[in-house]
């Protein structure tokens, strides 16, 4: 992945950022973990573990890490997150998009450690009884290719996995894509119908089990602002994506990195960076999750 640039040259994004409006828009986010998750650093996508107690984000540029694109963790105590530390399956590599399973049994994530198929892989870890993380696995040839997987979701019941890649054709650029389990491992990628473009599509999640889909889009991920969509499914594919509802997801900022909180399904974790509150970068910001008002029929048996 080589979303770098966009991550890191962030001072035409605070100063565009001061100039769009926050008002009305309060009541429908705040920040997470003020000071220990939100910081004056890069944080992207971030995951709660299904019993509520951990939440796991990424991080660009975060001191104390093994490698600079590194996973971190707080832990809930006293109605806080607390504690941040970076994961032990860091590497001299990137590792980012972590994403916890529905039954909390699994830390999934990408990244480019010696011995992937490509560039960016997709991964996940087990997450072991005291609470620590088994080795990471790799999810296989049947997900990762020669080129960048990004962003691994899986579904609330584990039987498919939504990510990007620029690997098994598509429309354009990065492409959203659904593999099934067979079994043993996830295979046989489909393109998500209905929103992959020219452009780059990446970092999403679905909401009401698939009935719709918020994503992230940009015309170059290098070098673009990237804004979220959410799109309803009519029966066949997702149509007519609209812009996320937020007053910081604009034209020409940095919006990505959505993740249903398994603990609070009906709360939505969004990456961006908001006029107030706003801790540095980019942060981790809390928001009611859109309705899901589509249909059935847009993720293959």
């Known amino acids: 992945m080589r979303r770098a640039t966009a991550l890191s040259g962030l001072s035409l994004l605070s100063a565009l950022l001061l100039a769009m409006p926050a008002a009305g828009f309060l009541s429908e986010f705040g920040i997470e973990g003020m000071g220990v998750v939100s910081t004056p650093h890069a944080e992207v996508r971030a995951s709660v573990s299904p019993d509520g ?49 529905a039954d909390g049994r699994w830390l999934y994530f990408f990244s480019d450690r010696p011995g992937g198929r490509g560039g960016d892989d997709l991964y996940r870890a087990p997450v072991l009884a005291d609470g620590s993380y088994g080795p990471a696995q790799s999810l296989g040839a049947g997900v990762n290719g020669r080129g960048d997987e990004w962003a691994p979701t899986p579904s609330r019941d584990g039987r498919h996995l939504l990510f990007a890649s620029n690997s098994f054709g598509g429309a354009g650029r990065h492409d959203l894509f659904v593999a099934r389990w067979n079994g043993k491992a996830y295979v046989d990628p489909k393109p998500v119908a209905g929103v992959n473009t020219a452009a780059d ?41 609209a812009p996320l509802s937020l007053s910081f997801n604009g034209e020409d900022g940095y919006t990505l990195g959505p993740a ?27 928001m009611k999750a859109p309705a899901a008002t589509g249909q059935g029929g847009c993720i293959a048996p």
């Open 53 to 101: 107690r951990r939440i796991v984000w990424g991080s660009t540029d975060r001191p104390g890490g093994a490698g600079g694109w590194d996973l971190w963790q707080a832990s809930l105590k006293q109605g806080r997150w607390q504690e941040p530390a970076p994961l032990a399956l860091n590497t001299g590599a990137k590792e980012f998009a972590p994403a916890f399973s």
């Open 201 to 241: 599509e990446f970092d999403a999640a679905w909401l009401g089990d698939g009935r719709a889909i918020v994503f992230a889009r940009s015309a170059n991920v290098d070098k673009d602002p990237i804004r979220l969509y959410v799109a309803q499914c009519d029966g066949a594919k997702y149509a007519d994506a």
């Open 260 to 286: 249903i909180d398994w603990n609070k399904p009906g709360e939505l974790l969004i990456t961006g960076s908001a006029k107030a509150p706003k801790a540095g970068k980019l942060d981790i910001y809390r």
